[in-house]
């Protein structure tokens, strides 16, 4: 009978280096080992072939009748996931998540599911995204949300393959990717777990700038250098250009790419701000403060608008979303709002749905509404139900407030590095910014790398100084 791994280099489309086909040998030894909370760690920088090993390893696993589940951590991961693997893919909460209402108050809660998986591989792509940290939830982080709902069953025979880039920013306010370190996984979770690091560069058919950026600054992480190179000049893929030729070069790719596959990548709010009013008013010509046909990310979660049997689930921080057409503006409860109808770009089959918006959030330079700015939304509403007299009545009217719940969201032309982790674009301008010498830390170069990492096809370093380039 025909092993794992011969099968996995059967499935693999392309020579396999000499560390692939030694990762094909530790993925048959994953997939036949019977420990409990057996758990892979495959690691690799841009252009190593995880994408290529993922797709041949959910073929493989088909061959041998074993059940596989593709997750990632935000609607536009799991939508490139999906493309790259041929298989459908699912974010992360939308597996381990149901909505539920309370029957007594009517709040509406998620609560985790029951696994009803057996001897199935959940693979988790973009795993540097995951956040452990235990805000949004009542038990611990997403992570360990993730592992406790895999691993319910101690006899289930489920296993977790981690996929993620060590080089890429990890998560808001932490300073590394919980779901990548092999032995916080370990000594934290109680995992079994094993790990390979893929490090030839072959995502490469012909002469590539971006990957060779990439992979410079890779390196520069790697060895902790406090220096780096770019370059542009012996490649058709990356360009350099001042601000003053932005709109030059935007008009270039919105033409060639279209405005949904180009995006800008800014190291502030404020940045992106300004890069989203200019292009709506000398790119776009839209005169109106919104308008059908614009482009916005949301930028804090909402489980309000959606119908409780979505396929997104709820509209999370960091979905992205077309406007179909604009119905209303108000000002009310010290705000302004408008009435929306969307669609969610990264599900094309969903059905369009209609929300209310805070209008403020799009020009504001703050990540999304201040504590004061929703507090104030929030009395005025509570002085509006001052009419309802018990108390369980009245805060079940507030939690179902339109305006209480209105959708925060931003113009997404440009965005913050954060904010583009997960997605990808043809056409990838990396904004550098204010520069001020001395910044070349870890977290500097793990933004430039993870801008750069956004783009597939050409990429443009803006307000980069002479120094950096080679």
Same mark, same amino acid.
């Given at each position: 009978m025909?092993?794992a791994?011969e099968?996995?280099e059967?499935n693999?489309?392309?020579?396999?280096?000499p560390?692939q086909?030694?990762?094909f040998?530790q993925?048959?030894?994953?997939?036949n080992?019977k420990?409990?909370?057996?758990?892979?760690l495959?690691?690799g920088?841009?252009? %190593?072939?995880?994408t290529t090993?993922?797709?041949?390893l959910?073929?493989?696993?088909k061959?041998f009748?074993i059940k596989s589940?593709l997750m990632?951590p %935000?609607?536009?991961a799991?939508?490139?996931m999906?493309s790259y693997s041929?298989?459908?893919?699912f974010?992360?909460h939308k597996?381990?998540f149901?909505? %539920?209402?309370?029957?007594?108050?009517g709040?509406?809660f998620?609560?985790r599911?029951r696994?009803?998986?057996r001897?199935?591989?959940?693979?988790?792509? @973009?795993?540097s995204?995951?956040d452990?940290s235990s @805000?949004?939830?009542?038990k $611990?982080?997403?992570?360990?949300e993730?592992l406790a709902?895999?691993?319910?069953?101690?006899g289930?025979g489920?296993?977790?393959?981690?996929?993620?880039d060590? !080089?890429?920013l990890?998560p808001?306010k932490q300073?590394i +990717?919980?779901?990548l370190?092999f032995?916080?996984l370990?000594s934290?979770?109680?995992?079994c777990v094993n790990?390979f690091? /893929?490090t030839?560069?072959?995502r490469?058919?012909?002469k590539? $700038?971006?990957?060779?950026?990439?992979?410079?600054i890779?390196? *520069?992480i790697?060895?902790?250098?406090?220096n780096i190179k770019l370059y542009t000049?012996?490649?058709?893929d990356?360009?350099?250009m001042t601000?003053q030729?932005?709109e030059d070069?935007l008009r270039?790719?919105y033409d060639?790419? $279209?405005?949904?596959?180009? *995006?800008i990548?800014c190291?502030?709010?404020?940045?992106?701000t300004?890069y989203n009013?200019?292009i709506r008013?000398?790119?776009?010509?839209?005169e109106d403060?919104?308008?059908?046909?614009?482009?916005?990310m949301?930028v804090?979660?909402?489980?309000f608008?959606l119908p409780?049997?979505?396929v997104?689930g709820?509209m999370a921080? $960091?979905?992205?979303v #077309?406007?179909?057409k604009?119905?209303n503006?108000?000002?009310i409860?010290g705000?302004?709002f !408008?009435d929306l109808?969307?669609?969610?770009l990264?599900?094309?089959n #969903?059905?369009?749905?209609?929300?209310?918006?805070?209008?403020?959030?799009?020009?504001?330079?703050?990540?999304?509404?201040?504590f004061e700015?929703?507090?104030?939304?929030y009395?005025k =509403?509570?002085? +509006?139900?001052?009419?309802?007299?018990? #108390?369980? #009545?009245?805060m079940k009217a507030i939690?179902n407030?339109?305006?209480?719940?209105? /959708?925060?969201v931003?113009? +997404?032309?440009?965005?913050? *590095?954060h904010? +583009?982790q997960?997605?990808?674009w043809?056409?990838?301008f =990396?904004?550098?910014?204010?520069y001020k010498?001395?910044?070349?830390?870890l977290?500097?170069?793990?933004?430039i790398?993870?801008a750069?990492?956004?783009? %597939?096809?050409e990429l443009f370093?803006?307000?980069?100084?002479n120094?950096?380039?080679?």
């Open positions: 025909i092993d791994e099968l996995l059967r693999f489309p392309f020579a396999p280096t560390g086909k030694t990762l040998h993925l048959d030894i994953f997939i080992q420990d409990q909370k057996s758990t892979f495959l690691k920088y841009a252009g %190593t072939g995880k090993m993922v797709s041949a959910v073929k493989t696993l061959n009748h589940i990632a %935000t609607g536009r799991a939508k490139v999906s041929k298989r459908k893919a974010t992360i597996i381990l149901k909505q %539920t209402e309370d029957p007594n108050s709040r509406l998620f609560k599911q696994n009803y998986s001897n199935t591989v959940f693979i988790v792509d @973009e795993a995204m995951i452990n @805000e949004s939830y009542k $611990g982080g997403l992570l360990e993730l709902f895999i691993f319910e069953d101690p289930a489920n296993k977790l393959l981690l996929v993620g060590t !080089a890429q990890p808001v300073n +990717s919980a779901a370190d032995d916080a370990i934290d979770f109680l995992l790990e690091t /893929l030839e560069v072959v490469q058919k012909e590539s $700038g971006i990957l060779e950026n990439a992979t410079g890779r390196d *520069c790697a060895s902790n250098a406090q000049k012996a490649y058709h990356t360009f350099r601000s030729k932005m070069g270039y790719a060639k790419f $279209g405005i949904e596959n180009t *995006c990548i190291r502030s709010n404020k940045s992106a300004y009013k200019f008013n000398q790119l776009l010509f839209q403060e919104i308008s059908a046909g614009d482009y916005l949301v804090r979660n909402n489980y608008w409780l049997d979505a997104a709820f921080n $960091g979905e992205f #077309e406007v179909m604009v119905k503006f108000e000002e409860h705000a302004r !408008a109808t969307l669609r969610l990264d599900y094309p #969903e059905p369009h749905f209609d929300a209310k918006i805070y209008l403020d959030t799009l020009h504001s330079f703050s990540p999304n509404l201040t700015e929703s507090n104030q939304v009395e =509403v509570l002085e +509006s139900y001052a009419e309802i007299g018990e #108390e369980k #009545e009245k939690r407030d339109p305006y209480i719940n209105a /959708l925060q931003k113009f +997404s032309y440009a965005l913050t *590095c904010k +583009s997960g997605g990808q043809d056409a990838v =990396v904004d550098l910014g204010y010498e001395g910044l070349l830390d977290e500097f170069m793990r933004w790398y993870t750069i990492t956004r783009s %597939t096809s370093f803006v307000n980069f100084p120094n950096f380039f080679s």
